[in-house]
């Protein structure tokens, strides 16, 4: 799933670069959409571990949305500026290190918060190499 997220991820980092006037920074994509299948979303949102939601099955035609935004009247020039609401089949979906007093459950994480909390549930290391690896068997009780 960390692998999936890659692009898009890039392409919303692509965006906020260039509206920082960051030296190199091109426009990134404003749209991107991917077709998955139901076992992918159902993955996705075991992955995601959102605050607060519960799911038994992934209907037919599930979507999701990772929308970033920019804070109206920002002072800072800094990705604190930025945030991304993220929802599935049209409920928002909050993660842990976006939660806030003002946000308790966590549904308008701040960009960099985002980019965290994704890489707290990421793997560490080479994917590819991780997924050639051989690993031990479970012990039987």
Same mark, same amino acid.
């Given at each position: 799933?960390?692998?999936?997220?890659?692009?898009?991820?890039?392409?919303?980092?692509?965006?906020?670069?260039?509206?920082?006037?960051?030296?190199?920074?091109?426009?990134?994509?404003?749209?991107?959409?991917?077709?998955?299948?139901?076992?992918?979303?159902?993955?996705?949102?075991?992955?995601?571990?959102?605050?607060?939601?519960?799911?038994?099955?992934?209907?037919?035609?599930?979507?999701?949305?990772?929308?970033l935004y920019k804070?109206?009247?920002?002072?800072?020039?800094?990705?604190?500026?930025?945030?991304?609401?993220? +929802?599935?089949?049209?409920?928002s979906l909050g993660?842990? +290190?976006?939660?806030?007093?003002?946000?308790?459950?966590?549904?308008?994480?701040?960009?960099?918060?985002?980019?965290?909390?994704?890489?707290?549930?990421?793997p560490v290391g080479?994917?590819?190499?991780?997924?050639?690896?051989?690993?031990?068997?479970?012990?039987?009780?």
């Amino acid at each position: 799933m960390a692998r999936l997220l890659q692009t898009p991820l890039a392409q919303m980092q692509a965006i906020v670069d260039f509206d920082l006037n960051k030296p190199g920074a091109t426009q990134g994509n404003k749209y991107l959409m991917y077709s998955l299948h139901d076992f992918q979303i159902a993955l996705m949102l075991k992955w995601l571990q959102p605050v607060n939601f519960q799911w038994f099955m992934v209907p037919y035609a599930s979507q999701f949305f990772f929308e970033l935004y920019k804070s109206d009247g920002c002072t800072t020039k800094d990705e604190t500026c930025f945030y991304v609401k993220t +929802t599935y089949n049209s409920a928002s979906l909050g993660f842990k +290190t976006c939660q806030s007093k003002d946000d308790p459950q966590g549904q308008k994480c701040s960009f960099p918060d985002f980019k965290t909390y994704l890489a707290s549930i990421s793997p560490v290391g080479n994917l590819a190499d991780l997924c050639n690896k051989t690993w031990p068997k479970p012990q039987q009780s």
